[in-house]
């Protein structure tokens, strides 16, 4: 690849996001439009090919913990979204060509809305609110209702308050529970997030919330991924204080059921990731017994069939760079896979193994020249350990040592994954080598590498990078 293509490089289609399938069984997806600016659109596949359902001036972005991420949900025929341009609510119909219309009022100080969920039995959505702070003040977390027999758009009722930071609210099949996640200053939820539960009832304006239990989570203890079974059980990720080679040390899967939460993995890998973005979604019910779950080790991912009873799991599939926002309907499980040497797409699996492309885009690079990553566990200046990923220059000459490219990813508990990545791959094909550190502190291994950065950042992780 010469300097000459970067420019076509990175006006490159944008990849897929929160694919579903509508009551149709159409296949729906978000995508950033290049041609228009990366605007987030949500697009859908019909017969008759692929449309843009989203108009102009409406994209589907959210600016809550401000990184944002999913703040749309479906109900019937109609999707309800977050506008990143007005931060209300709207309501569009899937098949139709009606305009968006609004479901909240501009009323009070600036608002933006994620994680939204529709239940029939309140007919109402619940959503994580952001209200914007007055200048110096921070901005305010809490949980909403949407009431949607209201003919004219409306204000929020509040329905949970108190915490700094709200996330994945869930409402129980038969409409009668909500669970969520919230944490405070001056935790992350990576660091200490706490998993709770109380009745919803009501409909409209009566919406209420009945006494609130903590379920899991605390102090020395993080909470993600959580969502309510079929059976009214809730199952989520969680990892706690314990020994590098203890299960609880990692993300596993626990099941609260009948007052008390049992373990249900027990891997040294990861069920859950850092909440940095809304909807990542890594696990779906398949039936009565099984979740299908994402496993992250060594960094590559996998999809794991998971007894909900025993605990017993089975591996289908491929190795991924990187799997998310799982949705199931019908059986048909879509998710988004990453490659580490062609770029992403949306695939459908069965619980059986068998696996299926949906859509993709065409790749950029021919998947000979892609440099392909190397996983490193390099000894540290204080006789630890920390992990990279390098990828070797193409085309290499022989006897030549190629200057190297270090980087280091944002956050910094973040993680720096193996999927393709146009910058990597640029400098490679220029004829650099490139280093992607994961310094202690990244996620994807355990509580104790990531927790070794708490109180030593710009300590530990400048000097792994050394």
């Not at 009722?157 to 700094?164: F, K, N, S, T, Y």
């Not at 609130?212 to 079929?230: I, R, T």
């Not at 019910?285 to 979740?291: E, K, M, T």
């Not at 400098?427 to 104790?448: C, E, K, Y």
Request: aromatic share 8%; net charge negative.
């Amino acid at each position: 690849m010469s300097r000459l293509e970067i420019k076509a490089l990175f006006s490159r289609p944008g990849s897929p996001a929160y694919p579903f399938r509508d009551e149709r069984d159409q296949l729906c997806w978000l995508e950033p439009l290049t041609e228009e600016g990366g605007r987030l659109a949500l697009k859908q596949r019909s017969p008759r090919g692929e449309r843009i359902v989203t108009p102009a001036g409406y994209q589907l972005r959210s600016k809550v913990h401000e990184y944002g991420g999913k703040c749309f949900c479906i109900a019937g025929d109609q999707v309800y979204f977050n506008n990143f341009e007005d931060g209300l609510l709207y309501r569009q119909g899937l098949h139709t060509a009606e305009s968006p219309q609004p479901v909240s009022t501009a009323e009070g100080p600036p608002s933006s809305y994620a994680d939204l969920h529709y239940s029939p039995a309140l007919n109402a959505l619940i959503a994580v609110q952001e209200v914007q702070g007055d200048s110096g003040s921070e901005n305010l977390n809490r949980l909403v209702a949407f009431p949607l027999d209201s003919p004219t758009p409306c204000r929020p009722r509040i329905i949970a308050e108190g915490a700094d930071f709200y996330a994945a609210p869930g409402i129980s099949g038969d409409g009668a529970q909500l669970a969520w996640i919230e944490w405070n200053h001056p935790d992350m939820p990576w660091d200490a997030s706490r998993l709770m539960r109380a009745e919803i009832s009501g409909r409209g304006d009566e919406i209420t919330l009945g006494p609130v239990q903590q379920l899991a989570g605390g102090a020395d203890s993080s909470v993600c991924q959580a969502g309510f079974l079929e059976s009214g059980s809730l199952l989520f990720a969680m990892d706690r204080s314990a020994p590098d080679d203890s299960p609880e040390n990692f993300w596993n899967l626990y099941v609260s059921e009948h007052g008390q939460v049992r373990l249900l993995s027990r891997e040294r890998a990861e069920f859950g990731e850092a909440h940095w973005i809304f909807g990542q979604q890594r696990w779906v019910q398949l039936d009565d017994a099984h979740v299908a779950a994402v496993m992250t080790a060594n960094e590559t991912d996998t999809l794991q069939i998971i007894n909900l009873k025993t605990g017993g799991m089975k591996h289908v599939g491929d190795l991924y760079a990187r799997l998310s926002q799982l949705s199931c309907r019908d059986g048909g499980l879509l998710c988004v896979a990453e490659y580490a040497d062609r770029p992403a797409e949306i695939i459908e699996m069965s619980p059986q193994g068998g696996v299926s492309t949906v859509h993709s885009e065409t790749p950029w690079l021919e998947r000979d020249e892609v440099s392909l990553p190397q996983l490193v566990n390099f000894p540290t200046r204080d006789g630890a350990g920390a992990y990279a990923n390098f990828y070797p220059s193409k085309p290499s000459s022989k006897g030549e040592v190629p200057a190297l490219l270090v980087l280091v990813h944002g956050g910094p508990t973040s993680r720096a994954d193996t999927a393709l990545k146009p910058l990597v791959q640029y400098f490679t094909q220029n004829g650099f080598a490139v280093l992607d550190v994961n310094h202690r502190g990244s996620t994807g291994h355990g509580r104790t590498y990531r927790q070794a950065l708490l109180g030593q950042w710009g300590e530990i992780d400048a000097s792994d990078i050394a």
